[in-house]
């Protein structure tokens, strides 16, 4: 018989097809918040899955799943897998690097300078109907060009912000890595490696993009935000446990720190209502690879790399993308 392969969320049909080739397919046709007894209904079925980052999948989940063999994230996080509990049964696990990159890098950009700029403060205001007259000092923000870029974890996604930063807007780039990245890419991305602490002090414009796991959560709290410049802004891309935030929304309120761009959220979809309650926080719903050539090119590579992994079809002799260490230790 085929495998089975299950599909946790509606992706793009046409690219979801494909394993009609090779599989027999049971493929959400909604959206759909899955409960975890659920996932593991599904996965005692399955020899494959196609899942995204709403579906935790960990020891529990894969306790009865005798067949399953292969676990393919669309996403190139992939906090929500147990990757060492995978690998223990054997299971490959693989996510979607590079082809998010770009338009990731670019939302990171768009975002921070909406914050540094006031961009969605000022359409609220203007909506509200508050703009009677033009006047000097309305909405005064913080400049972006000439400024000092703080890059907090410097994979893919944090050198396409460096390159932006230095390139397009003659940034001086400083960023904080588990380690030092090769000669070539620090001068192409015009970037200086430096202590954390450094990294806090002298960002005018600091953006995460370090992996999430336990040893990451809330590497910024009340004592990192305390270094940073009254005037700074803080953008996070990457997953919203990286941030305490109710220390940031306590720094916000009190001026401690000028403005906050905020793509990921500890509890999302819910957000903190403290910072919801706040007007120097720009709010945007998970959205970092959201261009529809690159959720395009996300699942086609996840669904290449079920294939490959399970085996199947012509594309089984090219090796997809796996997850090779644990979790902490790769990005
Ligand atoms: C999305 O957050 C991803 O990790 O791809
Ligand atoms: C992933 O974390 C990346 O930076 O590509």
Redesign the pocket.
């Known amino acids: 018989a085929r495998p089975r392969v299950w599909v946790s969320q509606p992706l793009f049909d046409d690219i979801v097809a494909r394993l009609d080739e090779h599989f027999r397919v049971d493929a959400a046709r909604e959206v759909t918040a899955w409960p975890q007894a659920a996932i593991a209904a599904r996965l005692r079925e399955a020899d494959g899955a196609l899942v995204t980052l709403n579906e935790r999948i960990g020891a529990d989940e894969i306790a009865d799943a005798p067949r399953l063999r292969a676990v393919a994230n669309v996403g ?2 992939y906090n929500n897998l147990d990757v060492d509990a995978l690998h223990a049964r054997g299971i490959v696990a693989t996510n979607t ?1 590079d082809v998010l ?1 770009e338009t990731t890098a670019d939302l990171g950009f768009a975002l921070l300078m909406a914050t540094a700029r006031r961009i969605t403060e000022g359409e609220r205001w203007l909506r509200a109907g508050e703009w009677t007259q033009w006047s000097f000092d309305t909405l005064l923000g913080q400049d972006v060009h000439g400024s000092t870029l703080g890059i907090l974890g410097m ?4 050198q396409g912000i460096a390159r932006r930063g230095a390139h397009g807007f003659g940034m001086r780039v400083l960023y904080h890595n588990r380690s030092r990245l090769p000669g070539g890419i620090e001068s192409n991305c015009r970037a200086t490696l430096v202590d954390m602490d450094t990294l806090l002090r002298e960002s005018d414009h600091l953006v995460l ?1 370090l ?1 999430y796991s336990p040893q990451t959560r809330h590497v910024i709290d009340a004592a990192a935000l305390a270094k940073m410049k009254p005037t700074a802004t803080l953008t996070n891309i990457a997953r919203g446990g990286l941030v305490d935030e109710d220390a940031l929304a306590d720094a916000l309120a009190a001026g401690r720190l000028a403005s906050a761009g905020l793509d990921v959220f500890e509890g999302e979809p819910a957000v903190n209502p403290r910072l919801l309650a706040l007007r120097n926080v720009v709010l945007t719903p998970h959205v970092g690879s959201a261009s529809r050539a690159t959720r395009r090119a996300m699942a086609t590579l996840a669904v290449d790399n079920l294939i490959a992994a399970l085996g199947r079809g012509p594309r089984a002799g090219d090796p997809p993308t796996p997850i090779t260490g644990k979790a902490t230790a790769k ?1």
């Open positions: 190139v996080g690097p990159t994979g893919r996604i944090g993009v992996p990005r």
